[in-house]
């Protein structure tokens, strides 16, 4: 390689390398902050709560696996720039950025996080399989992926499970939202419309780093989702499933201090009027948390 060729090589890997960094350390960073305080929120709010366990676990699991991510991938950097004594003898690049490790990670990440939101899919619609069973087949889909993630045997793995998340987390934020909308639930008078707007947020704010990502990718920035592509999903996928528990558990403290009305739309007694035709929760571990 000429001197010239050198320099162009070694600042495309140096700018490879600071994207990574900068995207890795400033989402685990945010994801890292919030993690305590929801992690602190909650077990003060619902340690007498029937689904805590099960919601603990996912905070720990959706938690560990973008640790996990982010510490294989820093290893990962430190050990792609390999520097000579001098230009000319410059050794390069490690250019396997997108591990088969670090794919597996993410796709499982990405499936405990889809197939838990099936789940709630399901039990806010009175546990009727046929709702469910487009998004469940789309989560198994996406387990079907993992075992041969870590290979090269799909050269498009990209191109197939960002779309299938997409998809998935869409028609379930659709299928919970309507189910909030529509359904008279007992305990919802005085906040439908509150959790409503952040089951709407924390669902788009995942979809929309999956839909810009498989623009990305069909647009030809296929080395730039290979960079960034598992720390950003895994840790987005965390935040958004922290950032809906921790409103749901401010929502219910700020309601016991006084903040939030007990009800808006007509009093004790027009409650007392339609609880025998109204289910009084809506069995959604996550939704159940401000009731």
Same mark, same amino acid.
């Given at each position: 390689?000429?001197?010239?060729? #050198?320099?162009?090589? =070694?600042?495309?890997?140096?700018? /490879?390398?600071? %994207?990574?960094?900068? &995207? ?9 902050? %919030?993690?305590?305080? @929801? ?8 340690? !007498? ?11 720990? +699991?959706?938690?560990? =696996? ?9 290893? /990962?950097?430190? @050990? ?13 690049? /490690? ?6 490790? %670090?794919? +597996? ?8 996080? #889809? ?9 806010? $619609? ?19 992926? =993992?075992?041969?993630?870590?290979? /090269? ?5 990209? #191109? ?7 998809? %998935? ?12 909308? $529509? @359904?008279?639930?007992? !305990? ?8 409503? $707007? ?5 669902? !788009? ?32 996928? !965390? ?16 309601? $016991? ?28 571990? &996550? ?5």
């Amino acid at each position: 390689m000429s001197t010239d060729t #050198d320099l162009r090589y =070694i600042f495309l890997c140096v700018q /490879n390398l600071e %994207l990574r960094v900068g &995207v890795a350390a400033s989402l685990y960073s945010i994801l890292f902050i %919030l993690f305590l305080v @929801t992690l602190r929120a909650f077990i003060t709010q619902y340690r !007498a709560q029937g689904s805590f366990e099960l919601l603990l676990s996912m905070l720990a +699991v959706t938690f560990v =696996i973008p640790t996990v991510i982010f510490i294989l991938t820093m290893i /990962n950097i430190s @050990t792609r720039l390999r520097p000579a004594n001098s230009l000319t003898n410059f050794i390069g690049c /490690n250019d396997n950025s997108d591990p088969g490790y %670090l794919r +597996v990670l993410f796709i499982l990440q990405m499936f405990i996080l #889809d197939a838990f939101t099936v789940y709630r899919t399901w039990l806010i $619609h009175a546990r009727r399989i046929k709702i469910v069973v487009f998004p469940a087949l789309l989560a198994l889909t996406l387990l079907a992926f =993992i075992p041969v993630s870590g290979t /090269n045997a799909v050269s498009e793995l990209y #191109d197939i499970v960002l779309p299938l998340s997409l998809v %998935l987390n869409v028609l379930c934020t659709a299928l919970i939202s309507i189910r909030l909308l $529509h @359904t008279e639930f007992e !305990a919802l008078h005085s906040s439908r419309f509150m959790i409503l $707007h952040f089951v709407i947020v924390s669902g !788009a704010l995942y979809s929309l780093l999956l839909f810009f990502l498989l623009i990305g990718q069909v647009g030809g920035w296929g080395i730039g989702i290979s960079l960034v592509g598992p720390i950003a999903i895994s840790s987005v996928g !965390a935040i958004t499933f922290d950032l809906l528990v921790l409103q749901l558990a401010l929502t219910k403290a700020f309601r $016991h201090q006084g903040f939030v009305p007990i009800d808006e739309t007509g009093g004790a007694g027009s409650e007392a009027g339609t609880s025998s035709v109204e289910p009084k929760f809506t069995s959604d571990p &996550v939704i159940d948390l401000v009731l």
